[in-house]
């Protein structure tokens, strides 16, 4: 794997990070293979089993209905390892910071959900795609955090 290939999957994996953050389906759409498959854990899923999705549109789906009921979400990449498999194939695991901020009567919280996707990328075309993403959650923290109104807000409702 040379270094446009390292560079490539790498914008890749913050490409997804922004269109989930985004709300974007098109562009997270355009991210993945055709056949993609995404693996929920238990913790994520609700269930006692991981959960496999297959095929863009359901992936593209439960990743953006899961993000849909925030205020915001902030998905902080952090390192990326990468182990080529073939010429189009490198397995990679990235580690992320999952931001998921709610309003609560009590105020913002945040649930942190520090991630590391066991992913495979595949070149398709000129291009890197994810194949498949899988969670692996190390913890989760819930905590209070402080969500600046936009500017000018405070002046909203007055002319």
């Known amino acids: 794997m040379d ?7 790498t914008a890749l994996t913050a490409e997804y990070a922004r269109a989930v953050d985004r709300r974007d389906s098109a562009a997270l759409t355009a991210l993945f ?8 854990p238990p913790v994520l899923n609700g269930t006692e089993r991981a959960v496999e999705l297959a095929g863009t549109q359901r992936v593209v789906s439960s990743v953006t209905d899961a993000v849909s009921g925030f ?9 990326c390892v990468l182990e080529p498999v073939s010429r189009d194939r490198v397995r990679g695991e ?12 009590d105020g913002y919280r945040d649930r942190r959900v520090a991630i590391r ?6 070149r ?3 291009h890197w795609l994810f194949s498949r993403r899988e ?3 190390d913890f989760i923290e819930d905590v209070a955090v402080r969500v600046p109104e936009a500017p000018g807000a405070e002046d909203a409702g007055r002319a």
């Not at 293979?33 to 929920?40: E, G, K, R």
């Not at 990235?94 to 009567?105: D, E, I």
């Open 71 to 79: 205020v915001l979400t902030r998905h902080v990449v952090e390192q």
């Open 117 to 122: 996707y066991q992913d495979t990328f595949d």
């Open 3 to 9: 270094s446009a290939d390292r560079l490539a999957i």
């Open 135 to 137: 969670l692996v959650v």
């Open 124 to 126: 398709i075309g000129e």
């Open 94 to 105: 990235v580690y992320c910071t999952a931001h998921h901020v709610s309003r609560r009567p």
């Open 33 to 40: 293979a055709p056949d993609a498959v995404l693996v929920l």
